[in-house]
């Protein structure tokens, strides 16, 4: 009993802080706590029990989804635009080349579609992603953690708008900090912070080839910053040319989100090159080694909540700015012009209730 009760300190520390770090500021008059108590009461426990069926048969789906929610964040907002699907007339987010790696659009499908059933044109598909990055973290982490933002999503989905919201390949660790910063109001510590996101998660040996094999376009030539043994590894894995192979981004514990990333980049293992570059800022790198050498997780679970909200917070659409969409990869149909001012008003009416930035901090201590 005395060992749980330590095990938990951590776990309601982290929780208390996401719901301090959530508080909005007192201009942002609609955002509240619980949005969905009233409209949709059961919609967090369909998310969890959704997610916590999914990653039971598939565990390594966390990773995906986890990425899948950032990525949508850094383009145009935590609005659900990653979602749509391409059109004949326009190509969207998710078919960029920049995004050809990112997965997990089924599990959102498959929530979303019993969020529905339960209450229809309630829960945004922003929400629905929203809570399943929440969850996928709280169902295979020691602790919890869950941004919950309730908001209406966004219609605009160009693959055109991913580049510049993205680090362009070959970008330095400058670029990175510098796009965080102008692009995103973020800091070379969320940067790091954020990174810690790859103890979950796999990514394509396309991704990671060109450091094993063809180094700066040089054929043959290897990243000499990556551990010895570890290129050996990954060459097993990745023969030159296999661009659909999946490997762990933290071999150790590839499901568990902990702290052993941070121990893979500073001994010279983190998969990617942007992993590898943490080690070439000073604050950055200053932070990787805290991590690497912390005895105790308790630190990077509390920045990971704050620096996660702060990202959640990106591109928020309230009010009449947005849609809740019926399915999360189209945008809905017209509605008929008879009914369009009572849509609107009704649309404005929901998502001023459901714009917030983070819930159940309290039920998730229960």
């Known amino acids: 009993m005395a060992a749980a009760a330590r095990a938990a300190a951590p776990l309601a520390a982290l929780l208390l802080l996401l719901t301090i770090a959530a508080v909005p500021p007192a201009a942002e008059a609609h955002v509240q706590i ?3 108590n009233k409209t949709c009461p059961q919609a967090e426990d369909i998310v969890l029990k959704e997610m916590t069926a999914i990653l039971a048969k598939s565990p390594n789906l966390a ?3 986890l990425r ?3 990525v949508d964040c ?3 907002g935590c609005e659900g635009s990653i979602l749509l699907d391409s059109t004949a007339s326009n190509t969207a987010e998710k078919d960029s080349p920049l995004n050809q790696g990112v997965g997990g659009y089924q599990v959102v499908d498959a929530i979303k579609a019993k969020l529905e059933a339960a209450c229809p044109g309630v829960v945004s598909c922003a929400d629905t992603l929203a809570l399943a990055a929440r969850d996928s973290v709280r169902l295979v982490y ?6 919950a933002p309730d908001w209406p999503e966004g219609n605009r989905s160009v693959a055109a708008d991913v580049a510049p919201n993205s680090p362009p390949p070959g970008a330095t660790i400058a670029d990175i900090i510098a796009l965080f910063a102008n692009k995103f109001n973020l800091t070379a510590k969320d940067l790091a912070v954020l990174s810690g996101a790859h103890t979950i998660g796999r990514a394509r040996c396309s991704t990671v080839s060109p450091r094993l094999y063809n180094l700066g376009g040089r054929n043959g030539a290897f990243d000499p910053t990556l551990d010895g043994n570890y290129t050996a590894t990954l060459r097993g894995q990745c023969k030159p040319g296999d661009n659909a192979t999946l490997v762990d981004l933290d071999p150790p514990t590839p499901t568990t989100f902990d702290t052993d990333y941070y121990t893979l980049v500073a001994g010279n293992r983190g998969l990617l090159s942007t992993d590898a570059a943490l080690l070439l800022d000073p604050a950055t790198s200053a932070y990787v ?12 679970f509390a920045d990971f909540a704050a620096s996660f909200v702060a990202m959640s917070r990106l591109g928020v659409l309230t ?5 809740i969409r019926q399915v999360c990869s189209k945008v809905n149909p017209p509605a008929p012009a008879s009914t369009n001012a009572g849509a609107a008003a009704g649309r404005s009416y929901r998502t001023a209730g459901l714009a917030l930035i983070t ?3 309290v039920a998730l201590l229960m």
């Open 63 to 65: 990773g995906p989804v």
């Open 359 to 361: 819930t159940l901090a």
């Open 142 to 147: 020691e602790g919890a953690l869950h941004p």
């Open 289 to 300: 080694a805290a991590q690497a050498n912390a005895t105790s997780p308790d630190q990077f």
């Open 68 to 70: 899948l929610f950032s």
């Open 74 to 76: 850094f383009v145009g």
């Open 34 to 36: 619980g949005a969905y």
């Open 319 to 323: 009010h009449h700015k947005g849609e």
